[in-house]
């Protein structure tokens, strides 16, 4: 792979699994149904929503600069569409730039979210009435977005015959916040609003 190649790849690795890990806990603490999100409104709704809110965008940002040009405002960024530049088999370069391009596609939502609202705030869109201008997003799209960038890395990394990567569960984030939540409302009831 050599070095410029092996540095870039572990990078992007590392800060793939950390977007990974964290849309995963978003998944285990606000996908778990009507039940889940009764539970989370019943103890903290405020704080939940905060939190629900701040995931969202946070993923949003990081979809997007995974994705962006290699370069920005004269820097260098961490970025797949940087990949190809460094692979020298030119069969292998056009396969990986196709599959950057197809994972860039895929963040498109994320991009516009954040190009309209995150990064900065388009005025005539805020006036307009956000929910006019920006693409509605599921779940589904930023799993498929995070899953189309995993993958890209994981072909890569097969190419030079390298393990895939990949983070452990956390037994210390949102499904066990979620059962000591759990317990603590089966046995002492809804918390007390003042």
């Given amino acids: ?18 977007l990974r890990h ?3 806990e978003f998944e285990q603490l606000f996908g778990g149904g009507p ?7 019943t103890v903290a ?22 994705t962006d040009p290699p370069k920005s405002a004269g820097k260098e960024t961490l970025t797949v569409m ?3 530049e460094l692979i020298h088999d030119p069969g292998l370069k056009t396969t990986v730039r196709n599959q950057a391009e197809q994972s860039k596609k895929s963040c498109e939502f994320a991009r516009q979210w954040r190009n309209e609202r995150l990064a900065h705030t388009d ?16 779940s589904k799209q930023i799993g498929d977005a995070v899953k189309s960038i995993r993958d890209l890395l994981n072909f890569v990394g097969g190419k030079y015959s390298l393990p895939r990567f990949g983070m452990l569960p956390d037994p210390w984030g949102a499904k066990s916040l979620v059962y ?11 918390p007390d609003s003042r």
């Fill in 45 to 66: 709704s405020n704080f939940f929503y905060f939190l629900m809110k701040l995931l969202f965008e946070d993923t949003m940002l990081h979809l997007s600069r995974l």
């Fill in 180 to 190: 000591h939540l759990e317990k603590a409302v089966s046995t002492m009831g809804a």
């Fill in 123 to 138: 005025l005539l869109s805020l006036r307009k009435g956000m929910a006019s201008t920006l693409p509605s997003v599921n």
């Fill in 82 to 84: 940087r990949l190809s």
């Fill in 22 to 24: 964290k849309w995963s």
């Fill in 1 to 18: 792979m050599g070095p410029a190649l092996g540095a870039l790849y572990f990078e992007l690795q590392e800060d793939s699994e950390w």
């Fill in 35 to 41: 039940e889940r999100i009764e539970l989370l409104n």
